[in-house]
């Protein structure tokens, strides 16, 4: 692999942890409160009442905890395994495996209810819900590392976004937002110029219906 690549795919991973870090302190409040550009830093401006306010400042969120243990399946198991990603969930959950300082201090609605399923014993596959009640972010902010470390087709790279989600969002919606996010993320890397544009067609051209 070529050193710009790897050097890419890296600033992938850090910019994804660094950028949930960012956004910690701002999350859950309305646009219209968020300070202006120039003041959004780490540490918020003191007239701004932060989120997770016992959260120490520069600490990802469980996105970026379910990103690297995401990662962490994909690079020892050599393969998306849906038993392995999910033990490392209920793993984070139960004792805040890939948490900073091991402390999970976040979950999402449909995470927690998949999570709690998989504990049940659940499929992996099967843990997510389907209905359109059930969809949200999760899976789609945690699915970068599969985008930067699939090598296979794009339609095996789509079948492994869609696998990812349904551990906790089962829904089409979610998993076709994951799906296309990880063809952009690939287009990106390839350096194709109209990489949103490429991304959508492809996957229309798979899924023609819509």
Not at 35 to 43: Q, R
Not at 51 to 63: C, E, K, L, N, R
């Amino acid at each position: 692999m070529e050193k710009n690549i790897k050097d890419r795919i890296k600033g992938g991973i850090i910019g994804l942890l660094v950028g949930d870090a960012l956004g910690v302190p701002y999350e859950f409040h309305e646009r219209i409160s968020i300070p202006v550009f120039d003041e959004i830093e780490f540490e918020p401006p003191n007239y701004f009442k932060r989120s997770h306010a016992g959260v120490p400042i520069g600490t990802y969120s469980d996105d970026g905890a379910q990103a690297l243990i995401l990662l962490n399946t994909l690079l020892e198991r050599r393969t998306f395994d849906a038993s392995h990603f999910a033990n490392g969930l209920v793993d984070w959950y139960d004792n805040g495996f890939m948490a900073v300082g091991g402390k999970v201090f976040d979950v999402g609605i449909q995470t927690v209810k998949s999570i709690h399923e998989l504990k049940r014993g659940v499929e992996p596959l099967l843990a997510g819900g389907v209905d359109e009640y059930s969809n949200g972010n999760g899976s789609l902010m945690r699915v970068l590392p599969l985008a930067i470390w699939h090598q296979g087709s794009d339609l095996e790279l789509i079948a492994d976004a869609f696998d990812q989600s349904v551990v906790t969002h089962g829904h089409l919606r979610s998993k076709l937002c994951c799906a296309l996010y990880c063809l952009w993320a690939r287009r990106i890397l390839q350096n194709d110029e109209n990489a949103w544009d490429a991304a959508v067609e492809t996957l229309y051209a798979i899924f023609p219906e819509g």
